[in-house]
């Protein structure tokens, strides 16, 4: 499988398959493609995982899109003006995503739910409770919401994160979250209530334009029903 990522800030990706190759993606994702790619709905590991992808805010079923006698073409195209990512997913090289930014990738990634052993994140942190994780092997694509920065994380070092900024993060790291220091900074600040705290070794991927940001922000001016 090749492929070539364009169209900032909206961007596609467009892979070429070769015969009898296939790629996953969830429900809606598929934005064009060649007349012999077929695509079939499956559980995709059976009810367990689907349900797992289920708790990790996709859809119960994905759809195996696969080229049939010879080449075959197929685009995904972003849902949201940021970035679509490429990453090679291996044992080893395990990635965690925030929730709905899986966008499709080869048949040998698997999609699973991703769950932080302090429950704090969860209840307080946004993203930080169920997340996605990639694993297996193959190349995988994610699409982020504005631009993306990219921190290395050191064993021990650790960066405090907005909730909804976090993107992605190597599955290496870890994530807890904090209280915004003062009563008065807490309620007045502006900034919520609850950091994410996250903590290498690892890399990890912020989003400058997280689409709860930008639906809050918008919210007040849209014109409600009487």
């Known amino acids: ?3 070539k990522i364009e169209g900032q800030p909206l961007p596609v990706v467009v892979c070429q398959l070769n015969a009898g190759e296939n790629m996953v993606t969830e429900r809606g994702s598929m934005s064009w ?25 996709e859809a119960l079923f994905q759809n195996r899109y696969t080229a049939q006698g010879g080449p075959g073409m197929i685009a995904f ?11 090679d997913i291996r044992p080893g090289r395990e990635l965690v995503v ?32 169920i997340m996605q994780r990639l694993s297996g092997s193959g190349i995988a694509f994610t699409e982020f919401d504005g631009h993306v920065m990219e921190y290395d994380l050191a064993p021990g070092q650790s960066i405090v994160v907005d909730t909804g900024y976090l993107a992605a993060m190597d599955a290496t790291c870890s994530m807890d979250i904090q209280t915004v220091p003062g009563v008065k900074n807490a309620l007045f600040g502006g900034e919520g209530l609850f950091n994410t705290v996250v903590t290498g ?25 009487n």
């Open 98 to 129: 925030q929730k709905s930014s899986f966008l499709a990738s080869e048949s040998g990634v698997q999609l699973s739910v991703f769950f932080q052993k302090k429950l704090g994140s969860g209840f307080f942190g946004g993203e930080g409770f």
């Open 33 to 57: 493609m060649s007349p012999n790619m077929k695509m079939e709905t499956t559980s995709n590991g059976g009810i367990g995982k689907a349900l797992g992808r289920m708790f990790a805010g």
């Open 201 to 225: 070794p690892g890399k990890i991927y912020l989003q400058t334009m997280p689409i709860s940001n930008v639906a809050a922000t918008i919210r007040p001016f849209i014109p409600t029903g």
């Open 77 to 87: 195209a972003s849902s949201f003006p940021g970035d679509i990512r490429a990453f």
């Open 1 to 3: 499988m090749e492929y």
